[in-house]
């Protein structure tokens, strides 16, 4: 039997025109294959620098009538940064093996205006479309590194700028934006886990549409978890319901693949979770240039990047989840007062893997499991170490 596998000779000029034409087209492909996960945040198009995002705290209120006074209560707009990255793809590949995959072995039956214009869009759309599906995969756990080659290095994900925020003291226990889970969550505790970070978020969230961002495994299993917990709940009523039971349907599952195996979540308002993009500029490219006879070359380059608009408790609730290796291990608080012969024992997370010392014991002095004890009226630096983690405690001892 005859061997139907289409061998076209690339025309050059028919992939340029392609990549002419649907340029703009392609470039937007990526942002597009992202749905799945940016439908849970909001996108900020436009952006080729670093965007500056505010939010407004204020304390203004109403008061007894008393001709000109003025209340005690301020107003602050506090920043964060949207951090933008300019990002390539030089991207080899040949027709033919492309063809074969997306058009099947009988290929060579279209016509041949079909498979030189259609093939070349067919082709160049698959590959942007890849590019998107690895940025949806990278959102949560990307770590910029300017000398990388893969997604993962172009930007910083959200797992990686809450366990900067958390090492900058942004986010905390005593912020109330952090939630430290010491058990792991099993099919038996998920649906008290869950309702139970509910039932602890900052009442003004608890206001809002919110989103829980997790690894898609919470899901399934609050789900399991559910059926086992409502055994008379009609299984196609209420089984494999998105909203956490407890919240009003306020707060929504976001399963996002990323975040498998990080024991990172996150509970947020679509507003606070942001993504930027261009797809507006001319200084995004998309051309395609012939390598060899064979081969051709897809050079394309966008801006992206990620980001909160805010770690305030009243838009943000980290969670980290016992057995989880993104968030970095933490200790609070960080400044301890105690009278001599007094003693104090640290918060830390996780509870194993740490060393301490003290930069004065003359002062105060630490044990292996973190508790503290004065020794004399002074101050002492308690150095607490997890790995690569290292965290520093100021002790002030006072007379006893």
Same mark, same amino acid.
Request: aromatic residues 10%; hydrophobic residues 40%; glycine residues 8%.
């Given at each position: 039997? +005859? ?6 000779? !690339? ?12 340029? &703009?087209?392609? =470039? ?5 294959? %992202? ?12 952006? &080729? ?14 008061? !007894? ?10 107003? #602050? ?11 390539? %793809? ?51 756990? #990307?770590?910029?590194? #300017?000398?990388?080659?893969? *997604? ?6 959200? +797992? ?13 226990? @005593? ?6 889970? /010491?058990?792991?969550? *099993? ?64 707060? /929504? ?14 509970? #947020? !308002? ?22 060899? +006879?064979? *081969?051709? /070359? ?17 838009? =943000? ?58 020794? +004399? ?5 308690? /150095? ?14 006072? @007379?006893?």
């Amino acid at each position: 039997m +005859a061997n139907h596998l289409i061998n076209v000779t !690339p025309d050059e000029q028919a992939w340029k025109k392609a990549a002419e034409k649907w340029g &703009r087209v392609f =470039l937007k492909m990526p942002v597009l294959a %992202m749905g799945d996960a940016t439908k849970f945040m909001t996108g900020l198009p436009g952006c &080729r620098t670093n965007q500056h995002l505010g939010t407004v705290e204020s304390e203004a209120q109403f008061y !007894p009538y008393v001709a000109d006074q003025r209340g005690d209560g301020s107003t #602050a707009i506090n920043f964060e940064t949207l951090e933008i990255y300019f990002g390539s %793809m030089i991207h080899d590949f040949v027709p033919n093996d492309y063809i074969q995959t997306l058009l099947g072995e009988h290929a060579d039956k279209l016509g041949m205006g079909q498979s030189k214009s259609e093939m070349a869009k067919l082709v160049l759309g698959s590959i942007m479309e890849s590019a998107g599906e690895k940025l949806a995969l990278a959102i949560p756990v #990307a770590k910029r590194n #300017a000398s990388g080659n893969t *997604t993962l290095d172009l930007f910083n994900g959200f +797992a990686t700028l809450i366990a900067s925020a958390i090492t900058e003291g942004k986010v905390s226990v @005593a912020n109330g934006n952090l939630v430290q889970l /010491t058990d792991a969550i *099993t099919v038996n505790n998920v649906v008290d886990v869950i309702k139970n970070l509910e039932y602890g978020l900052d009442t003004r969230l608890r206001r809002q549409e919110r989103f829980l961002f997790c690894d898609p495994a919470i899901v399934d299993l609050y789900n399991e978890g559910y059926l086992l917990t409502h055994p008379a709940v009609p299984y196609n009523e209420k089984f494999e319901q998105n909203y956490v039971e407890g919240s009003n349907r306020k707060m /929504t599952f976001a399963p996002l693949d990323g975040l498998a195996g990080t024991g990172v979540m996150f509970i #947020a !308002p679509k507003k606070n979770v942001i993504y930027g993009y261009d797809g507006v500029s001319d200084e995004e490219k998309f051309e395609v240039l012939r390598l060899n +006879a064979d *081969t051709f /070359t897809v050079n394309a380059k966008m801006f992206f990047g990620v980001g909160f608009r805010t770690y305030d408790k009243r838009f =943000l609730k980290v969670v980290s989840v016992a057995g989880g290796s993104a968030i970095q291990p933490n200790i609070e608080p960080r400044e301890v007062t105690l009278a001599a012969n007094a003693t104090y024992d640290l918060n830390v997370f996780p509870s194993t893997g740490w060393t301490f010392s003290s930069s004065a014991t003359g002062k105060a002095t630490v044990n292996s499991s973190g508790k503290i004890t004065g020794v +004399a009226a002074g101050t002492a630096k308690i /150095t607490c170490t997890n790995g690569t983690t290292q965290i520093v405690v100021k002790v002030t001892v006072t @007379a006893s």
